[in-house]
Structures are given as structure tokens and as C-alpha cells.
């Protein structure tokens, strides 16, 4: 079950990938790029982690575009994907970037004032 399980998950992130990059037309739905896709054991609930390009109010606003899209994703998911129960989709914002260039710009500029 768990190989199966992971197969689905990367499965999931490549189609919706392509959905959102081809098939969605909403112009609130900025630069997003999905990270990660994480299933439940019984594959019904889906968390998508994804990045999106940009300031707060792009965030946010991208965000609720794509709550408002996931009925048609989950559509489109099911025409793609062979699975007797499409999961629910959860959209989750993933700030993994913003975070790892924090601690790398504080860390940068310890070493700075370590060499004055």
C-alpha cells in the first residue's frame, strides 16, 4: 500500500501541475508551482503544497483563486486519473523558500559582523 500510495501522490502533483498550467484560465491565479502532494493511508483527502511567486496580496489572492478552482481541478483530475475515489483537494501554502532565505540572509550576515 505505501509504494501505491506514494506512485498516486506523484502522480497527482504531475497532472495538476499541467492542469494549472494549461487547462486553468483564471487570471487570480498567479505564478504557482506545486511542491508536494501528500495523501491520507485511504487516499481520500489530498494536502497540495504550493509555492506561489510574488507579495502577500498576490499570495492570498492566488490562494483563493485556487480554492474557488478546486471543484474543476478535482473534475479534470478524475477525466486523467484512473482512481475509484478522487481525494478531496486541500490547498496549503508553502513557504519553505521564504524561510530557508531568511535563515540564510541572517546567518550571511552573522558572518559579516564576525569579519569586522
Not at 498516486?8 to 502532494?37: A, C, H, N, W, Y
Not at 489572492?61 to 478522487?86: D, P, V
Request: hydrophobic content about 40%.
Amino acid at each position: 500500500m505505501r509504494y501505491r500510495k506514494l506512485r498516486v501522490q506523484d502522480q497527482l502533483r504531475e497532472e495538476m501541475s499541467q492542469i494549472l498550467f494549461k487547462d486553468i484560465r483564471d487570471p487570480g491565479i498567479g505564478f504557482v508551482t506545486i511542491m508536494e502532494v501528500k495523501l491520507t493511508e485511504d487516499l481520500k483527502i489530498a494536502k497540495v503544497y504550493c509555492s506561489i511567486y510574488g507579495d502577500e496580496a498576490e499570495k492570498a489572492k492566488s490562494m483563493a483563486a485556487l480554492n474557488r478552482s478546486k471543484g474543476y481541478i478535482k473534475f479534470l483530475l478524475g477525466q486523467r486519473i484512473r482512481l475509484k475515489y478522487i481525494p478531496e483537494i486541500n490547498f496549503v501554502l508553502d513557504d519553505t523558500f521564504e524561510k530557508a532565505a531568511r535563515i540564510e540572509e541572517i546567518l550571511k550576515k552573522e558572518r559579516d559582523a564576525k569579519k569586522d
